[in-house]
């Protein structure tokens, strides 16, 4: 067997704890990049460029994130189903606002809260005040959007939920009267009615739940990332940048 000298052994260990320490962002000589998908949502994640440039409440909060943690990364919108199906299968790839559920907890790495949101029931003005829960509505039609956690809760509670990929398609079907309800997040609920010009056609009539969102990873992004990413999560709130982006959005 070949002895080391003391020189050579020092140098084979630093190597060593060289890679250990730099492994997580790189594959041979190569950095790795974090593929961070997500869809267009008004307010909290948007884009004018068809996707080059994706800015808003919480699209700002992950990329500043992303430059406090040093992480290579870009950011890609999408369809929800096609965002959130990403993130599970493919290695190095997260998705945001994800609902936490019980469902998709062994599935990903979550980091956060990242954000907060309301559970809505939207239908017709004249309802307010009549329908106020979902025992009302147990053998309604309920729109709602391809792969969503709001309409993944309904159905398994029995509910008759019809998913489309778009929600502009689902509230037009609501106001044709092909639908007889719509579930959505109450924050983002708002800018989707202003667009089909439906303000004065789709009211809340109730709120049945909440979650908390996050950034969901696929089990084999770097936990050394991740600890880095939550670390600086604290900070950001810590020294008031979240409020700052929130604030710069909220007229």
Aim: aromatic share 10%.
């Amino acid at each position: 067997m070949e002895k080391l000298s003391r020189t050579n052994y020092f140098w084979k260990i630093l190597i060593l704890a060289t890679s250990c320490v730099f492994g997580a962002g790189n594959v041979h000589g190569q950095q790795k990049t974090l593929i961070i998908t997500t869809e267009a949502s008004n307010r909290f994640q948007m884009s004018t460029d068809d996707g080059k440039t994706i800015y808003g409440i919480t699209a700002d909060k992950i990329h500043e994130l992303m430059r406090r943690s040093h992480i290579p990364y870009h950011m890609q919108m999408m369809s929800w189903k096609r965002a959130y199906e990403l993130a599970r299968t493919q290695p190095d790839t997260c998705v945001y606002e994800t609902a936490r559920t019980a469902e998709r907890e062994a599935s990903f790495k979550w980091l956060g809260p990242i954000s907060k949101g309301e559970w809505g029931i939207y239908g017709s003005p004249d309802k307010l005040g009549k329908i106020t829960q979902l025992s009302q509505i147990k053998d309604a039609s309920i729109g709602g959007y391809l792969g969503d956690a709001l309409g993944q809760y309904l159905t398994k509670h029995g509910y008759h939920v019809i998913n489309s990929y778009a929600d502009d398609i689902t509230l037009k079907n609501l106001l044709l009267g092909r639908l007889d309800y719509w579930t959505s997040d109450i924050a983002q609920a708002p800018s989707m009615i202003a667009a089909i010009h439906g303000k004065d056609k789709v009211a809340l009539l109730f709120t049945y739940g909440s979650s908390e969102y996050y950034l969901a990873c696929n089990p084999q992004v770097s936990d050394v990332w991740l600890d880095t990413m939550r670390t600086k999560l604290k900070e950001i709130r810590a020294d008031g940048t979240e409020a700052r982006i929130a604030a710069k959005y909220s007229n």
